[in-house]
């Protein structure tokens, strides 16, 4: 299968584990929820371990670990919080935000510099953000034109939203680090599978009751974190054949994916607009990546 193949199927599936989670597990809370996508996930991930090459773990590797795991939980929680409490279209677009948050925290902790391109790019980031916002400007007013920006401020599902993207990009620009630490072969499932041991544990010590949710919807657990993992492993099977800027742009489309099942699964309105403003960010992600 070719990585345009393999990446769309990446963004469909976790898009698709997304509208799982919000349909069948809605009802439980973040922590279940995150147990699900980062614990159960890192289980089904770890036999894929054994179909890579051990990879030498630095120091260096751990201390990044050490960093990366919790705020991989924390973004989970926030994540699974506004897709479970607010609508899709108006959670899901805001994760293109993460490369934006990028230009920042790749500079700082990689060096990392922008071009005009990747500007351009956040303002069709920006752009789309407005539009996904805009409920009708009667007049060309200041006040007026930036209300689709207030409304996210009063969104708490966008805030949310936009604190995770934040804290992805933090995560993406470390685990990068991690990976230049240990090489790269094998380094998806590694990482995915730390951190899914790292949430059981913590789980365990710190909300233990939320193991219930494997009893009481198992089979919906196993599709939520079985796509999830299938997200894993065919983003690593696309980034073996193929730039990581093409692969992280065509990826994106997972939002554009969320904002159909949310009008087609949880009967959210405006889908022509969503559509729109979600184009709009990927063109912007695509624009920062390339």
């Keep these: 299968m070719g990585w345009l193949s393999l990446t769309l199927l990446c963004a469909f599936a976790l898009a698709s584990s997304d509208a799982a989670a919000k349909r069948w597990l809605g009802a439980h809370s973040a922590w279940d929820t995150m147990l699900v996508r980062l614990g159960l996930a890192g289980v089904l991930l770890a036999p894929w371990l054994l179909w890579q090459h051990p990879a030498t773990l630095t120091p260096v590797f751990w201390g990044w670990m050490a960093l990366l795991a919790p705020l991989e939980v924390i ?72 209300a689709p920006f207030a409304a996210i401020l009063r969104n708490p599902g966008s805030r949310m939203m936009l604190a995770a993207a934040f804290i992805y990009s933090l995560t993406a620009a470390g685990s990068k680090a991690a990976m230049n630490a240990v090489g790269s072969e094998g380094f998806g499932a590694l990482y995915f599978s730390l951190v899914g041991g790292f949430t059981l544990l913590l789980v365990l010590l710190v909300r233990p009751r939320a193991f219930r949710i494997l009893q009481q919807q198992l089979a919906a657990s196993l599709l939520v974190a079985g796509l999830m993992a299938i997200m894993v492993v065919t983003h690593f099977m696309a980034l073996a054949q193929v730039e990581a800027a093409y692969m992280i742009t065509v990826k994106r489309t997972s939002l554009l994916f969320g904002i159909l099942y949310g009008a087609l699964l949880f009967g959210e309105r405006h889908l022509g607009r969503h559509l729109l403003a979600g184009s709009l960010m990927v063109s912007g992600v695509a624009m920062i990546a390339l």
């Design 75 to 146: 973004a989970m929680l926030l994540y699974m919080r506004a897709i479970r409490d607010h609508a899709l279209s108006l959670t899901l677009p805001y994760m293109a935000f993460t490369p934006v948050f990028i230009i920042l925290t790749g500079y700082f902790i990689l060096g990392e510099m922008v071009s005009l391109r990747g500007l351009f790019g956040i303002a069709l980031v920006v752009a789309g953000s407005w539009l996904l916002n805009f409920e009708g400007v009667e007049r060309l007013r200041l006040r007026t034109l930036l």
